[in-house]
């Protein structure tokens, strides 16, 4: 079963540090991953994505490091700020055709950065 | 608001109603996606419309009903449903079936509640 593991479950992080949220997928047809930010009362928006040609992609204080050998990856936020308090959620598909439609997720994390 | 309207925002329902979830885009999209997210378990894939057509089913019990009439308006029809069929059920769309770089659009979602 195409699975996608997240870590942590649950993150707090003091306001200027570097949050750091991982995830390992089985599939290696998967070709495109990308990263939802969740607030409350509301539904996942794209932040970020990435695809296995490249190692690492940056946004602004969004960082996503890539390890195709290891099927990795991970978001780094970058000096966070308590509007990044957020629940993140990894996710990977087949961008390139083939296998199922839709997104496979990630159970998400809580992150809290503390002013 | 993103794009995609789902309406209601909150519903409790007994397990003998029938109720109906309806989604809404004005992007232009071509697919449109049932998730269901439950508390500490992955955004779950329910089902795919592609150009109206149904493309995936992911195992979903017969109680939950899609309809896609046209490529704007997405409905979940209920009936008989169980408690643990409690969440937060999320109606997304994209330009296609295959993921983009622009992502999924995801709306508020509705809150259901079977007692």
């Known amino acids: 079963q195409q699975q996608v593991k997240q870590s942590p479950q649950s993150l707090i992080v003091q306001k200027g540090g570097i949050s750091i949220i991982n995830c390992a997928y089985e599939?290696?047809?998967?070709?495109?991953f990308p990263w939802y930010q969740q607030f409350p009362g509301k539904g996942p928006a794209l932040l970020i994505a990435?695809?296995?040609?490249?190692s690492e992609k940056k946004e602004g204080r969004f960082t996503i490091s890539f390890n195709k050998s290891a099927k990795q990856f991970s978001l780094h936020i970058m000096d966070s700020q308590p509007g990044d308090s957020a629940t993140y959620f990894c996710?990977?598909?087949?961008?390139?055709?083939?296998?199922?439609?839709?997104?496979?997720f990630g159970k998400g994390t809580h992150l809290i950065i503390q002013p | 608001e993103t794009g995609v309207t789902q309406t209601p925002r909150h519903l409790v329902m007994g397990m003998t109603n029938k109720k109906s979830l309806k989604c809404e885009q004005h992007?232009?999209?071509?697919?449109m996606y049932w998730y269901k997210q439950s508390a500490k378990k992955p955004l779950e894939l329910m089902f795919v419309?592609?150009?109206?057509?149904?493309?995936e089913n992911n195992s979903v019990p017969s109680r939950f009903s899609p309809e896609c009439p046209n490529s704007s308006h997405l409905f979940l029809h209920l009936h008989t449903l169980q408690p643990e069929d409690s969440a937060l059920y999320l109606c997304?769309?994209?330009?296609?079936?295959?993921?983009?770089?622009?992502?999924?659009?995801f709306g508020s979602g509705t809150r259901l509640t079977v007692v």
């Open positions: 990435i695809r296995p040609d490249v």
């Open positions: 419309y592609n150009f109206k057509e149904q493309t």
């Open positions: 599939n290696t047809a998967f070709d495109y």
């Open positions: 992007l232009g999209h071509n697919a």
């Open positions: 997304a769309s994209s330009q296609d079936r295959r993921a983009s770089w622009v992502g999924y659009t």
């Open positions: 996710a990977a598909s087949q961008y390139s055709g083939g296998g199922a439609d839709g997104l496979t």
